[in-house]
């Protein structure tokens, strides 16, 4: 079994929709929770973290936790033809920031 | 603030060939780290620099993998010999501190081993 769990998609939503997208993990040591996203041809980049249970919201970005169920969630509001990208889980365990990244799911926003 | 910066971009080498990545972090960032991403599936920690000194390198394959960080600095990553299953993107990236840090990743560099 992964540590990190992610759908690989892709999820193709037409513009203004919600994209909803998720990961489950096994290991309950993991402290803080990140979602990245990865352009085409482009490194991942950062978009949010947090490190407790509950919601975390940035303009059209929500991130939730849910510790007791291991479950993390990214949902992205009034999707843009920019969303279009990859976005990746990622989380840390360790003092020394290791990251243990998802698959990453491939998201597809229509016009 | 300048990124991360990455060369080759590209690099395509038959099997058994050796093929090296270089990596500038962002200036001040004290931990390097390389990650490779194989098509379809996430990155995944080859090795971690704090410094000089290498903090994890648990996943690398050290029979044909090495990698470096001059003065603490820049970094390279040598593969040799390569094989087939190393095709893959390579990423470097750096951060201020460890721990809940944020990492700022390079373009990466592309390999094709054939």
């Known amino acids: 079994q992964k540590e990190v769990e992610q759908d690989p998609g892709p999820l193709s939503v037409p513009e203004g929709a919600i994209v909803s997208l998720n990961c489950t993990y096994s290991n309950s040591a993991f402290q803080y929770f990140m979602w990245y996203r990865q352009y085409s041809r482009k490194g991942p980049e950062l978009l949010m973290y947090?490190?407790?249970?509950g919601n975390k919201e940035d303009g059209r970005f929500t991130a939730q936790v849910d510790k007791s169920s291991k479950y993390i969630s990214l949902f992205i509001r009034d999707s843009q033809p920019s969303d279009s990208a990859t976005y990746l889980c990622a989380l840390v365990t360790d003092s020394w920031g290791k990251l243990q990244f998802g698959a990453g799911t491939q998201v597809v926003v229509t016009p | 603030e300048a990124g991360v910066a990455q060369s080759p971009r590209y690099k395509i080498i038959e099997k058994r060939q050796s093929v090296a990545f270089w990596c500038n972090p962002i200036s001040g960032h004290a931990t390097l780290y390389w990650y490779q991403q194989i098509l379809g599936q996430g990155p995944k920690l080859l090795i971690q620099?704090?410094?000089?000194?290498?903090?994890?390198d648990s996943q690398l394959p050290k029979d044909r993998f090495s990698a470096e960080r001059l003065k603490g600095v820049d970094s390279t990553l040598k593969i040799q010999p390569a094989k087939l299953e190393d095709s893959a993107v390579y990423l470097c990236?750096?951060?201020?501190?460890?721990?809940?840090?944020?990492?700022?990743f390079g373009a990466g560099s592309r390999l094709t081993v054939l």
């Open positions: 947090t490190y407790s249970s």
């Open positions: 990236a750096s951060s201020l501190v460890s721990g809940a840090n944020v990492l700022t």
């Open positions: 620099f704090q410094n000089n000194g290498v903090v994890d």
